[in-house]
């Protein structure tokens, strides 16, 4: 039996895999088991930040691995404080929790926003105010704070104490504060799974003012839209606000399994011995490679991701069949006259890998991607377009 055949036997059936078995790679290029070769302009779904096999990233993560796997966080180890000293130096953000998911990430969000009010301001202020549209995660509770109605089907019950709002809708946010008890609100700044939808700054700059003035917290979920993606290092940046909680992972640490939670003054002490905890948050592995990618994530490569991501956003548009173009830097949606399913895979079978995020074609190559590579990419993609 070949490795689909052998997959479909073994693995439980929750993927609607294309029809490629990738084996090896090099930067923005992978290889199938027949040697044929794709530009990806996937990066794993925003994970191999520096591509595939990058030579600074091997080297790191092989050190690490050749002197200590994991211990537990029971004891101190070197990469876990570097790498939590580096994003707190670059963001102002106070501490760090380590786990190993996006997921996870928002899980530590939710605990400490809620941890907070109590400590604060007593029992029964819960609840938190999500987006429509948004996507927070795919365990229980951050399934129920995702804010998709197609989503929250067979796995009842819920957990409670979740309000969705329409996006850059200020009164609506301003109402479901007067009506719940509302400890925090938790939004994507660019909904990637949600369509690649951009909040616009004013809702942002009034969201947190209101934030503000009632002691509620603000989230951001940088999980995918953190690690330099969309031309800073957190997309916060763009909007010019600093929350009280960040999330992040993807491509945190280039391709390992890697979340991360950070902690703003309010609720850096929050969370005490005991109030959480990881197996294999911060470990020393997935902690070595975070630091390699972070500490290469410089203004000169921002700019760089900056301009590339302008690029797209000029070739497309003016590409026929191409009804608009959305997002921030190397994070571009594509609205297509065509199916996007069916411009996936027609650039599979011309040797580009390309995503969708609801109707739209999805593109998050890797941040050092080369111009000659993206320019091959959006040749492909014109074409098939």
Known sequence: MNTKQLDQQYIANTYARNDVVFT???????????????????????????????????????EQLQTLQHTSNLYYTQPQVRLAQMLCARTGMKKVFFSNSGAEANECAIKAARKYSSDCHGENRGVIVTLRNSFHGRTLTTLAATGQDSLHQHFF???????????????????????????????????????????????????AELATQRDILLLV??????????????????????????????????????????????????????????????????????????????????????????????????????????????????????????VVKQCLQQGLVVLTAKDKIRLLPPLNISWAELEQGLEILKSVL
Request: charged share 20%; hydrophobic share 40%.
């Open 221 to 342: 979920d940088e999980v995918q839209t953190g690690n330099g993606r969309t031309g800073k290092l957190y997309c916060c940046e763009h909007y010019g606000i600093r929350p009280d909680i960040v999330s992040t992972a993807k491509g945190l640490a280039g391709g390992l399994p890697f979340g991360a939670t950070l902690l703003g003054e309010k609720v850096q002490d929050t969370l005490t011995p005991g109030s959480h905890g990881s197996t294999f948050g911060g470990n020393p592995v997935c902690a070595a490679g975070a630091c390699s990618v972070l500490e290469r994530i410089d203004g000169e490569l921002l700019r760089e991701v900056a301009e590339k991501g302008e690029r797209i956003a000029q070739v497309m548009a003016e590409a026929p069949g191409v009804k608009a173009v959305c997002g921030l830097g190397l994070m571009r949606g594509i609205q297509t006259e065509r199916l996007a399913a069916d």
């Open 24 to 62: 090896h790679g090099s930067g923005a290029t992978l290889y199938d088991e027949t040697g044929k070769a794709y530009i990806d302009l996937g990066g794993g779904i925003a994970v191999n930040s520096f591509g595939i096999a990058d030579p600074v990233w091997t080297q790191a993560v092989t």
């Open 157 to 207: 019950p819920f957990p409670p104490g979740f309000v969705h709002v329409e996006a850059n809708d200020i009164a609506a946010l301003e109402q479901a504060l007067e009506e719940h008890p509302c400890c925090a609100f938790l939004f994507e700044l660019i909904q990637g799974e949600g369509g690649l939808n951009v909040l616009e700054r004013d809702y942002v700059l009034q969201a």
